[in-house]
T-cell receptor, first 109, second 115 residues
Framework: GQNIDQPTEMTATEGAIVQINCTYQ??????LFWYQQHAGEAPTFLSY??LDGLEEKGRFSSFLSRSKGYSYLLLKELQMKDSASYLC??????????WGAGTKLIIKP | IAGITQAPTSQILAAGRRMTLRCTQDMRHNAMYWYRQDLGLGLRLIHY???????GKGEVPDGYSVSRANTDDFPLTLASAVPSQTSVYFC??????????????FGEGSRLTVL
């Protein structure tokens, strides 16, 4: 079967760094997306990785290891507005998206 | 503002009633999708359309139908609502054909409660 695992909830302090992990087991792999979703709002695109390595975009970075079936989203210099759910989604061999349940990130002052 | 518009934003519905959730996009995207989001579960694809005039079934299509008469509109119909269809429904679109081909753009969601 296809499976995406993310921690259900994480807590971090304003100004700190947090790493949100995502592990996957899917039928084929054609890329991995991260989306941000604030409570009561729509998901919005953060990043896309298809090759191994780190992609940096401002305070957010996303890492992929295809051999390990593993990705993480790294958030630096945390701000209160980063409190949201972070969704990991994998593109399988049929170019369908398989979604994780999301990680709720709570930022404390 | 360009994007995806969903209506209604919230609805309470009696079981057995018919309901249509509307979705309109003005980005001229080829593909459109309907997802449901339930607590503790990932987004689940209900139906999709890779281009106007075509539709396909997703992971959880039972009890739902869609149509794609033109590029902009992609309504989702619940023929006879049941309480298990209580959920938040998101419409999304993408320029390419297929959810895995690029970034998805989501509407603001429609919160449906079936009693």
């Amino acid at each position: 079967g296809q499976n995406i695992d993310q921690p259900t909830e994480m807590t971090a302090t304003e100004g700190a760094i947090v790493q949100i992990n995502c592990t996957y087991q899917t039928s084929g792999f054609n890329g991995l997306f991260w989306y941000q979703q604030h409570a009561g709002e729509a998901p919005t695109f953060l990043s896309y990785n298809v090759l191994d390595g780190l992609e940096e975009k401002g305070r957010f970075s996303s890492f992929l290891s295809r051999s390990k079936g593993y990705s993480y989203l790294l958030l630096k210099e945390l701000q209160m507005k980063d409190s949201a759910s972070y969704l990991c989604a994998v593109v399988d061999s049929n170019y369908q998206l398989i979604w994780g349940a999301g990680t709720k990130l709570i930022i404390k002052p | 503002i360009a994007g995806i518009t969903q209506a209604p934003t919230s609805q309470i519905l009696a079981a057995g009633r018919r309901m249509t959730l509307r979705c309109t996009q003005d980005m001229r995207h080829n593909a459109m999708y309907w997802y449901r989001q339930d607590l503790g579960l990932g987004l689940r694809l209900i139906h999709y359309s890779n281009t106007a005039g075509t539709t396909g079934k997703g992971e959880v299509p039972d009890g739902y139908s869609v149509s794609r008469a033109n590029t902009d509109d992609f309504p989702l119909t619940l023929a006879s609502a049941v309480p298990s269809q209580t959920s938040v429904y998101f419409c999304a679109s993408s320029p390419g054909q297929g959810a895995g081909t690029g970034e998805l753009f989501f509407g603001e969601g429609s919160r449906l409660t079936v009693l």
